[in-house]
T-cell receptor, first 115, second 107 residues
Framework: GAGVSQSPSNKVTEKGKDVELRCDPI?????LYWYRQRLGQGLEFLIY????????KSGLPSDRFSAERTGESVSTLTIQRTQQEDSAVYLC?????????????FGPGTRLTVL | RKEVEQDPGPFNVPEGATVAFNCTYS??????FFWYRQDCRKEPKLLMSVYSSGNEDGRFTAQLNRASQYISLLIRDSKLSDSATYLC????????FGKGTRLHILP
């Protein structure tokens, strides 16, 4: 079946602009995760959804970052007033549930470059 | 102590050799452990979960040492295609990825 998809695959924007990143999880997966990975660095957890609610937003770096999920499906990560330090690959993952033993399947990521 | 620590490497290993690396974690209450593999400029993919009793999948063996709070990954008869970054993942009430260990298999 189809895996996790993300769009756009690449986004170049100017400092100060808003961007919206999209994630389509695997059908039927109730848990959805957003991560950020800066060049040469590890994954940084941002937020996760169980269904449409976000029990853990602790990883969002600032109030410029927000995320929502509707219909227990698509999720969007919005970054307002982008800064150069926001440049990174934003990865989305989904899993059957949020139970700790469930495998996370990652999408290919959105590479964001803020000029 | 960092929550999850890995030796960043790189480990440069000749093809056919055995290589092992560890990942230490700080929270003794951590419940789930995984090894992911990430190829250059690609997304992470699950390599294997790590069970308390240890588990093996072909050339790969994962072990958990709760007393010393580390997990390990052993790769036997290494292949060129094993070259990648290996990420350790620890879950308690959070999901924490290690920064990864880079492995280069040399022909």
């Amino acid at each position: 079946g189809a895996g996790v998809s993300q769009s756009p695959s690449n986004k170049v924007t100017e400092k100060g602009k808003d961007v919206e990143l999209r994630c389509d999880p695997i059908s039927g997966h109730t848990a959805l995760y957003w991560y950020r990975q800066r060049l040469g660095q590890g994954l940084e957890f941002l937020i996760y959804f169980q269904g449409n609610s976000a029990p853990d937003k602790s990883g969002l770096p600032s109030d410029r970052f927000s995320a929502e999920r509707t219909g227990e499906s698509v999720s969007t990560l919005t970054i307002q007033r982008t800064q150069q330090e926001d440049s990174a690959v934003y990865l989305c993952a989904s899993s059957t549930t949020s139970v700790g033993t469930d495998t996370q399947y990652f999408g290919p990521g959105t590479r964001l470059t803020v000029l | 102590r960092k929550e999850v620590e890995q030796d960043p490497g790189p480990f440069n290993v000749p093809e056919g050799a055995t290589v092992a690396f560890n990942c230490t974690y700080s929270n003794s209450a951590s419940q789930s452990f995984f090894w992911y593999r990430q190829d250059c400029r690609k997304e992470p993919k699950l390599l294997m979960s790590v069970y308390s009793s240890g588990n093996e999948d072909g050339r790969f063996t994962a072990q958990l040492n709760r007393a010393s709070q580390y997990i390990s990954l052993l790769i036997r008869d290494s292949k060129l295609s094993d070259s990648a970054t290996y990420l350790c993942v620890v879950r308690d009430d959070k999901i924490i990825f290690g920064k990864g260990t880079r492995l280069h298999i040399l022909p």
